[in-house]
């Protein structure tokens, strides 16, 4: 059965704002706006998807250090200190707080009620109670939001198709990431229209990862599914040498593919992150982000790994290899 992805109140706010992002506009003279970047890991792991909404900043006529300035905080993996750098930033009176997941969102959300805040990418920002409705966020948020639920759904839809004998699948989720742990129930009742069960595999940190995957065998997982998490994404490469290590089909996001992973599936973050530059452009002409519709995006990536296949002596279907956007042989 296939799963396919809402786009519900969603649609339409990304042509709405791709329609203001003329690239070259002259910004107003004299003005150096400050814009906080918050983000959950380190630069090594999110820094490209930074760059990706400078360049959008640039494509809409703000150059650095002229008409505007990043202020970096980064909690490299710890999810404990964003609140602490979330304030930090509030104190160092930027324009907006950009940055990315639950975790990030809710401690910018905690940390201030009057600087706006643009989400690069969330998951579900109504079920975690970041903001109002995707139509009118309300408040000092807006940004782009996607459902995990579907695209989890989707991603085991991918590994069925790969392996239709497949009876049982173990989650990898952050048990710290409050949107991997809403959506759970949800995605149960959807792997139930593909046949499958699915059982939980938690981790908090790269310390728990050992623990996570003995998990496995032990919940009967059959093949592993790692959820989107900045963590999980900061540590790709570890994650699927463990997958391989371990003997594991397995599904993740677009990188953890790319990074050795044998299957994925997901949203393409530099474009998402590219496109939070309109939104803090129109709020920067004076639009109020919790009057600015919530987007979800427009690119997913699906990955087939033949190199980690042949290491894990499994054939992935010609069905499955034509559907990929990349395939890595």
Request: net charge positive.
């Amino acid at each position: 059965m296939n799963v396919r992805l809402s786009r519900r109140q969603l649609l339409g706010a990304g042509a709405l704002l791709l329609a203001t992002a003329r690239p070259g506009r002259t910004q107003p003279a004299g003005k150096v706006y400050r814009v906080g970047i918050l983000g959950s890991t380190s630069p090594k792991a999110h820094g490209p998807f930074a760059d990706a909404f400078r360049a959008g900043m640039r494509d809409l006529g703000y150059v650095e250090g002229k008409n505007v300035v990043y202020e970096f905080r980064w909690a490299e993996g710890d999810y404990s200190r964003l609140p602490g750098l979330a304030e930090e930033l509030v104190r160092a009176n930027v324009d907006v707080i950009l940055t990315h997941g639950t975790p990030g969102s809710r401690a910018a959300k905690d940390a201030t009620t009057a600087i706006p805040i643009v989400i690069a990418i969330t998951g579900d920002a109504v079920a975690t109670g970041l903001v109002q409705s995707f139509a009118r966020p309300g408040g000092n948020i807006t940004g782009s939001s996607f459902s995990f639920p579907e695209v989890n759904a989707k991603r085991l839809e991918l590994l069925k198709d790969a392996f239709p004998g497949l009876k049982r699948v173990a989650v990898l989720m952050n048990a710290g990431n409050q949107g991997n742990v809403v959506s759970f129930e949800l995605m149960t009742r959807l792997a139930r229209t593909l046949n499958l069960a699915i059982a939980q595999v938690l981790a908090r940190s790269p310390e728990d990862f050992e623990a996570a995957f003995a998990q496995v065998p032990r919940v009967r997982g059959e093949a592993l599914s790692v959820y989107e998490d900045a963590l999980f994404i900061a540590q790709a490469p570890r994650l699927a040498a463990m997958a391989e290590q371990h003997r594991l089909r397995s599904v993740g996001f677009r990188e953890y593919a790319e990074a050795g992973g044998l299957l994925g599936f997901g949203v393409n973050f530099p474009d998402v992150w590219r496109r939070a530059a309109g939104f803090v452009d129109r709020i920067f002409k004076g639009a109020r982000p919790g009057d600015l519709p919530m987007e979800q995006p427009v690119k997913y990536d699906t990955v087939v790994n033949l190199r980690t296949a042949k290491a894990l002596r499994v054939t992935i279907s010609p069905k499955v290899r034509l559907r990929a956007d990349t395939v890595i042989e």
